[in-house]
């Protein structure tokens, strides 16, 4: 792209957006000398980024025809672990990266024809999962439902606090160089037609060489001039809960999943159980279906919690977009660029996708992995419809 401006210059970059992907990608720009702002119409890291539950699930969510997605998530598990020790370390902050990985526990006769099913298809991508006899699955996890069959096991799956994350990712930022600017809502973004020259905040051009639009679930909203140019993004509604144990003797170690639900024990006694998937708009109802769904899904997995406490419910939403895979890439004038759309695996894709939105600003490189990212895949789409 032609965001690349002689060296010389101090390339001044606006972020739309201060979720994990416009925070991780600030950080990354200011620490190459980039002169970057931030905005956010909120707090920062109050969207989907403090609603998730911080899996790093690239193996066990593997799809047919998602096999981008799978590169890339795949791309970003391998940086995790210098991505994580070298943000703290840069700030002091701990954000409870574990590496324990996932099981996926089968309750019944269908369950395990269906995850045999899923983990041939993981062979045939040479993905590291194995399947687990019940009696190893009970020893790892003792607490699970007695009926349990057996398991995949996910090693490589790990998880990480994302509101920690989050936390983390804004002194960094600010550490860097980075203005950081909330409750300040970018109206809209503005060119000339062929390249970018900032966006409008309160009445006010603000100019910028580059400007990244990474709004999370909100990035349609944030107009584009033409209309037609707006990104097909949507929210994806999610319920979740969160349940006290006691961090000295949790009822749960690994990442757990079963049929309609996850479970996610935090180092501090949070047991993280969701989602809801919801096509509702930006509907922030607590709904107690939502929640009848989500308990009795887990408790038919790990009968034990119904002596917990219920600590928190909240609710986010994913930005989804319309193949549900990111938009990554530059957009239809110079120097705007899109980071969006990360669905269900923002958080698994932060680091990934600031290399690769800051190699795109920095040097005019476009990673192989997030070449067919593109939003130009829609118009293609559109065109052969
Ligand atoms: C219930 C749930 C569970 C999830 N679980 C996982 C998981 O286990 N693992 C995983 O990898 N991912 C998970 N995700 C997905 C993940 O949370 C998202 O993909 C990721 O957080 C997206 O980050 P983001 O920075 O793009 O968006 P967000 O965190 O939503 O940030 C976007 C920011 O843009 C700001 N903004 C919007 N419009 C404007 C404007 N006009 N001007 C200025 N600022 C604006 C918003 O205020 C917001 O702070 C989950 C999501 C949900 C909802």
Request: with cysteine.
């Amino acid at each position: 792209m032609s965001a690349t401006i002689a060296p010389s210059v101090r390339l001044k970059v606006i972020i739309v957006g201060a979720g994990v992907i416009g925070l991780a990608i600030g950080w990354r720009l200011a620490q190459a000398g980039a002169d970057v702002t931030l905005y956010d119409k909120d707090r920062a890291g109050a969207g989907a980024s403090h609603a998730a539950a911080g899996m790093l699930a690239a193996c066990i969510e593997a799809e047919p025809g998602e096999s981008h997605l799978l590169a890339l998530g795949r791309a970003s598990q391998a940086l995790w672990p210098a991505f994580a020790a070298e943000l703290e370390q840069a700030t002091g902050l701990v954000i409870d990266r574990r590496c324990d990985g996932t099981i996926v526990a089968a309750l019944t006769e269908d369950d395990r024809a269906r995850l045999q099913h899923q983990l041939a298809f993981q062979h045939t991508l040479n993905l590291p999962v194995a399947w687990l006899s019940a009696a190893e699955v009970r020893r790892r996890e003792p607490h699970l439902a007695s009926g349990v069959i057996g398991a995949l096991w996910s090693p490589e799956d790990h998880q990480v606090d994302n509101r920690r994350l989050a936390a983390a990712l804004q002194v960094a930022a600010r550490q860097a160089g980075a203005t950081l600017l909330e409750q300040t809502a970018v109206e809209h973004i503005v060119h000339d037609g062929a390249r970018v020259q900032g966006v409008m905040v309160g009445g006010a051009l603000q100019e910028a060489d580059v400007v990244i639009l990474a709004a999370g679930a909100w990035s349609r909203g944030v107009p584009l001039v033409p209309p037609a140019a707006r990104l097909p993004v949507r929210p994806v509604k999610g319920q979740m809960l969160a349940l006290r144990m006691d961090p000295a003797a949790p009822i749960l170690r690994h990442v757990l999943r079963v049929p309609d639900v996850y479970l996610v024990p935090r180092h501090d006694g949070r047991l993280i159980i969701g989602a809801t998937v919801e096509e509702k708009g930006f509907d922030r109802t607590i709904t107690a279906g939502g929640m009848l769904s989500l308990i009795e899904a887990a408790w038919r997995a790990i009968p034990a919690i119904e002596d917990l406490a219920i600590e928190e419910t909240w609710v986010g939403f994913r930005p989804g977009s319309r193949d549900d895979t990111p938009i990554l890439g530059s957009g239809p004038v110079d120097g705007l660029v899109y980071a969006t759309g990360h669905y269900r695996n923002g958080i698994l894709l932060t680091p990934v996708t600031a290399r690769a939105i800051a190699d795109l600003v920095l040097h005019g490189t476009v990673d192989p992995l997030i070449q067919p990212l593109s939003a130009a895949r829609f118009q293609r789409q559109a065109a052969a419809a």
